[in-house]
């Protein structure tokens, strides 16, 4: 489910247990700060890697039981001593961050899920990891959620990616639909544009239910959570559709009259 900034990532959800809000949030401000780095600002694309690069240097000291000389690092480091987190996930999130700053296009949908693979799937291994849930059919399902979520995300933000002069739909993808990247600065949304947005909802939606079943199958409150974000998931792509995929007019979001309506279905999911 977007959160304010830092999209897919469940902040202090009232299904999250207390016990948990620290360890949650502690993961939030390594993530949310080093992707402000990234995105925001004025920094020069030399200034955004050198301040990743002291994150990495950050994260290097944790695995050696150092101080990592930041109150942000200390808080981190007593959580991945708590539950045992593993330090990959945080370093795969770093890579995904310095990758925005230096590529703004993808070839292929191959390359796009290798990048979800970095910048959303390790927020789902984190989290199973902090409810003791991430063997390995677990992670899988993880993965297939989180990857659509971010692709989910690439689709609501097609214009506010462009203005700042990147594309997250696949190259090959605009060729195949004959649409032109020159044509994502325009406002006219024609058929060509339709299919290939009809394309990417689809092929979206279908890695989602692919790993909704995990929603199920998980018990308790981590469950829920899962099966509203799963929901949630699913209604942006239907609000893209109802906007006959012209998310140029209006950024399809969540709003409050839609919480019922996730709630009713995230209790009859099966």
């Known amino acids: 489910m977007p959160v304010d900034h830092y999209e897919n990532f469940p902040v202090a959800s009232f299904l999250l247990p207390r016990r948990l809000v620290p360890a949650v949030e502690a993961i939030y401000a390594f993530a949310r700060s080093a992707d402000d780095i990234a995105d925001e600002g004025d920094a020069t694309p030399a200034e955004r890697l050198a301040a990743l690069e002291r994150y990495e240097d950050g994260l290097a000291a944790i695995g050696r039981g150092e101080p990592a000389g930041a ?6 480091a007593a959580i991945i001593i708590q539950y ?7 370093r ?9 700053v230096a590529v703004t296009r993808y070839a292929d949908y ?3 899920l290798d990048y979800c693979r970095r910048s959303a799937n390790p927020v789902g291994l984190l989290m199973l990891s902090l409810y003791d849930a991430a063997d390995a059919v677990n992670v899988r399902a993880s993965d297939a959620i989180c990857s659509a979520l971010q692709l989910i995300n690439f689709l609501q933000d097609v214009a506010i990616d462009r203005a700042k002069d990147r594309i997250y739909l ?17 406002p006219e949304r024609d058929r060509h544009w339709r299919d290939l947005m009809a394309f990417e909802v689809a092929r979206a939606r279908a ?3 692919s790993g909704a079943p995990l929603a199920v199958r998980l018990p308790g409150r981590i469950g829920w959570e899962l099966r509203l974000v799963v929901q949630g998931g699913l209604r942006i792509l239907e609000a893209i559709e109802q906007a006959d995929y012209d998310v140029y007019a209006r950024r399809p979001t969540l709003g409050k009259a839609d919480w ?11």
């Open 71 to 76: 109150p942000m690092f200390d808080r981190l």
């Open 84 to 90: 045992r987190l593993p330090l990959q996930p945080f």
């Open 92 to 100: 795969d999130l770093l890579s995904a961050f310095k990758q925005d």
């Open 110 to 112: 191959a390359a796009l």
């Open 170 to 186: 696949p190259l090959e993808d605009l060729a195949r639909f004959a649409v032109a990247p020159e044509q994502l600065d325009g």
């Open 207 to 209: 890695l989602l239910l």
């Open 260 to 270: 019922l309506r996730l709630a009713w279905r995230a209790l009859r999911m099966r």
